[in-house]
């Protein structure tokens, strides 16, 4: 097994037998339903696409709200319909964490890419304005990949070596050490490493 879809549920903090504090990010992972076996004979490479979080009423081509694709080492160890519990997080002990970070709409240079801002006095307008970011002749424009304002936020965020904290199978929840990015009740995207 190389991954399950879980909603993330919110943060928390958990208070060790030492008295440390970690904070904690909260996933419930309710039974994964594995919607397609693919195989190196038909598609070249061994994977499950899984899916979570059913429609209460679907249609003939979607039934779930989010679908993944997981790489395995050997598919044939899984079958179309069988369920994948978060009893596969129980041996685990660093996960890869993938989600979308919450949109924070327009923003400046200051905001986006944390730039200084420019003199406050003495008749300067240059406060939080990007500067100078065009060419000479040339090439004579402004190049690819400039930090300038624009849409903050909503892209997919992946974070490695994430430690398990506690995996409860009753309910269907994991505590993984740190943040997790995304809204609550956002897709949460966890690979086994």
């Known amino acids: 097994m190389s991954g399950i879809i879980g909603k993330k549920l919110g943060m928390s ?3 060790q037998d030492d008295g440390r504090v970690i904070p904690v990010t909260y ?7 594995v919607v397609q076996v693919k195989t190196e004979q038909t598609d070249g490479y061994p994977a499950i696409v899984l899916g979570f979080d059913a429609y209460k009423n679907p249609s003939k081509n979607k039934k779930f709200k989010a679908t993944k694709e997981f790489r395995v080492d050997n598919a044939d160890d899984y079958k179309k319909g069988q369920k994948i519990t978060v009893d596969a997080l129980k041996e685990i002990e660093k996960v890869t964490v993938t989600s979308i970070s919450k949109g924070k709409g327009f923003a400046g240079v200051i905001k986006r890419h944390k730039f200084s801002r420019g003199p406050e006095t003495h008749g300067s307008g240059h406060h939080r304005e990007p500067g100078s970011v065009g060419m000479c002749a040339k090439p004579g424009r402004v190049m690819k990949g400039k930090k300038l304002p624009g849409q ?5 965020v992946t974070l490695k070596n994430r430690p398990v904290i506690s ?11 740190g943040c997790v990015p995304g809204a609550n009740n956002s897709y949460v995207y966890i690979k086994f490493q």
Do not use: L, R, S
Not at 152 to 156: A, H, I
Not at 167 to 177: E, L, M, Q, R, S
């Open 27 to 33: 996933v419930i992972c309710q039974p994964n339903e």
């Open 13 to 15: 903090q958990v208070i």
């Open 152 to 156: 903050m936020g909503n892209v997919q």
């Open 167 to 177: 995996v409860t199978t009753d309910k269907n929840v994991v505590a993984i050490k």
